[in-house]
């Protein structure tokens, strides 16, 4: 889960409030605030998962990560991950990449699919020479991995086959989405990852051939059913079939999921879990 902050003040408060051990907890880190808390620490050091989530965006670009220029950015991440051996840790970097590509939309643009790809390469090569060796490489995808026909733009982002330990792609019923149904998104994403594998794929000017089965897993890597999405029953509703589809046995490549379990008061946004 993303364990929020505003209502939660450490791991141990958010399992006593539901009753379940929380296995992966999500966190999100930059630069010059890339150090954990002593309580995302302490999980980590207790055997629990941390998904340790780079995001980017303005002023930096990403090509403010790649090369020389990049490369202090990239150790003060790689000095945090390396002390946290032998436990594993899950790194990704700006998640939903799909999002942060269109040229387009000048307050959201950060760089070509090329770029991303590079930028993946860069953080790689970084560990590797920091001698990070726990490191679990995690790709995240937007919702937009639900809708086909944005899947060329997913293959020309992907990192390269056998670079990514976990995909993870993003479920949310924002827009048209509210209208369908927790499987109805998660199964055309997970179809269309399995049905794209190793198809060349035309995106502007560039062919792309993305194998996903190279990832040894799949999952969430944040979903919820949001508060502006429907009825508290209609919520509840989506919450319960996300339970019985993943429980199913059906989708044999799915391990993980991570709900995002926050809400913002001031803007009435989030997809906190309720009391009933």
């Known amino acids: 889960a993303v364990v929020d902050r505003s209502?939660?003040?450490?791991?141990?408060?958010?399992q006593s409030t539901y009753g379940f051990p929380l296995h992966i907890k999500r966190v999100f880190k930059g630069n010059n605030w890339q150090h954990l808390t002593?309580?995302?620490?302490?999980?980590?050091?207790?055997?629990?998962?941390?998904?340790?989530?780079?995001?980017?965006?303005?002023?930096?670009?990403?090509?403010?990560?790649?090369?020389?220029?990049?490369?202090?950015?990239?150790?003060?991440?790689?000095?945090?991950?390396?002390?946290?051996?032998p436990a594993k840790v899950l790194v990704t970097i700006r998640?939903?990449?799909?999002?942060?590509?269109?040229?387009?939309?000048?307050?959201?643009?950060?760089?070509?699919p090329?770029?991303?790809?590079?930028?993946?390469q860069s953080l790689q090569d970084g560990f590797a020479s920091a001698g990070v060796t726990n490191a679990v490489w995690a790709m995240d995808y937007s919702s937009e991995a639900a809708k086909t026909?944005?899947?060329?733009?997913?293959?020309?982002?992907?990192?390269?086959?056998?670079k990514i330990d976990w995909?993870?792609?993003?479920?949310?019923?924002?827009?048209?989405?509210?209208?369908?149904?927790?499987?109805?998104?998660f199964e055309t994403a997970y179809d269309a990852f399995e049905a794209n594998s190793g198809v060349a794929q035309q995106y502007g000017n560039e062919t792309?051939?993305?194998?996903?089965?190279?990832?040894?897993?799949?999952?969430?890597?944040?979903?919820?059913?949001?508060?502006?999405?429907g009825t508290e029953e209609e919520r509840a509703a989506f919450i319960q079939e996300s339970a019985e589809a993943l429980g199913s046995g059906k989708y044999t490549r799915f391990k993980a999921q991570v709900y995002f379990d926050t809400y913002d008061a001031n803007s009435n946004t989030g997809s906190i879990i309720r009391d009933g």
Do not use: C
């Open 7 to 14: 209502r939660f003040d450490s791991v141990d408060d958010w």
């Open 38 to 85: 002593d309580d995302e620490l302490a999980f980590a050091q207790s055997g629990g998962i941390l998904f340790y989530t780079i995001p980017i965006s303005h002023p930096q670009t990403f090509a403010d990560y790649i090369g020389t220029e990049g490369e202090w950015r990239i150790q003060q991440f790689a000095d945090v991950i390396k002390p946290l051996a």
């Open 95 to 112: 998640y939903e990449p799909e999002l942060w590509v269109d040229e387009s939309k000048p307050d959201k643009y950060l760089g070509t």
């Open 114 to 120: 090329a770029e991303y790809r590079q930028l993946w």
């Open 149 to 162: 026909d944005k899947h060329p733009l997913l293959a020309a982002l992907w990192p390269g086959d056998g």
């Open 167 to 185: 995909l993870f792609w993003n479920l949310f019923e924002f827009g048209s989405d509210k209208k369908r149904t927790f499987t109805d998104m």
């Open 208 to 229: 792309n051939t993305a194998d996903y089965t190279t990832a040894k897993f799949w999952g969430l890597g944040a979903w919820g059913a949001d508060v502006k999405s």
